[in-house]
């Protein structure tokens, strides 16, 4: 009894502020539900048809939402390993750098951020100033249906910071006794990255892998405020959870939203399944035999 009475607070909280809320998503789900109406009659499966066969802003958005995912999460973490060993060196000031490249990850998924980010990338934004510099004619990026996708992938890669200390971690556990073997034998640089520091790493990147998917298929903030809540120009910035919010809360379709929602929840819980079977083929522990 005591044990539960400790527990209580969080308890309470979890059914009150979790567990109740998506059980009730999952019935409204089934229903027609309308935010602002007054019907709610129980259509079975027919949001999940709807989406899955005539709602072609569904699909879209599940199409802009891979690309982001599948170019920036890759970048993010081929930005922060490459940056980790730079940084895994002691050198003067070292500390001061890994204190400045981690802060991004602080402030990258605040509104006040992605302003700034939509600012730089306007037509008269910073980002153009420093291209006029070269004589380079700039574009109004977040404006164009073309590039407006690949300014939030750019501030999604530029968030590198937590992954980074998360790389740096690992590179401090790596035996400096393989490398200086490796360099005796005659290993380039090259070598020893590719069969010493990837293995070695491998389960460090598997973590970073599984967080940084789940984070770039849940992308909502920036791509709200740098399309103002549209997903424009012309829906090339579309994102799901930007498409679950504006069929949530503009469209006041509750009923057809909880279906959104229900199916992304499986669908990255389906996708984290597959990188962790996935896993067994390339994850390599320090304790393992052979």
């Known amino acids: ?32 539900y309308e935010l602002l109406g007054k019907t709610s009659d129980w259509i079975g499966f027919d949001n999940y048809k709807e989406l899955f066969t005539n709602d072609l802003q569904f699909w879209h958005a599940v199409r802009v939402t891979l690309v982001y995912a599948l170019v ?60 006029a510099v070269f004589g380079i004619e700039g574009k109004p990026w977040v404006n164009d249906p073309d590039w407006a ?14 992954p980074m200390v998360i790389f740096l971690a690992g590179l401090k556990q790596v035996p400096q006794e393989l490398y200086e073997a490796a360099a005796v034998d005659g290993a380039s640089g090259w070598r020893r990255f590719i069969n010493i520091t990837l293995p070695m790493l491998s389960p460090v990147i598997f973590f970073n892998l599984v967080l940084e998917t789940i984070h770039g298929f849940q992308g909502f903030t920036s791509a709200f405020v740098i399309s103002g809540g549209t997903g424009g120009p012309t829906d090339s910035t579309l994102m799901y959870t ?14 057809s939203a909880s279906a959104m929602a229900w199916v992304f929840l499986l669908t990255i819980g389906l996708l984290t399944m597959v990188l962790f079977s996935t896993g067994r083929m390339w994850v390599h522990y320090a304790d393992e035999e052979g």
């Open 1 to 32: 009894m005591a044990g539960y009475v400790f527990l209580s607070p969080f308890l309470l909280g979890f059914m009150g502020i979790t567990a109740i809320p998506m059980l009730y998503s999952l019935y409204l789900s089934f229903t027609n």
């Open 242 to 255: 930007l498409q679950l919010y504006i069929r949530a809360f503009t469209e006041f379709e509750m009923g």
């Open 72 to 131: 920036a999460v890759p970048l993010k973490l081929a930005a922060a390993l490459g940056v980790a060993m730079l940084l895994n060196r002691e050198r003067r000031g070292t500390g001061l750098f890994r204190g400045l490249f981690y802060l991004p990850s602080l402030l990258g998924g605040s509104v006040a951020v992605a302003i700034i980010w939509q600012a730089m990338f306007d037509r008269n934004g910073a980002f153009n100033s420093l291209l």
């Open 149 to 162: 996708l690949e300014t939030i992938i750019l501030l999604g890669m530029w968030q590198f910071g937590a």
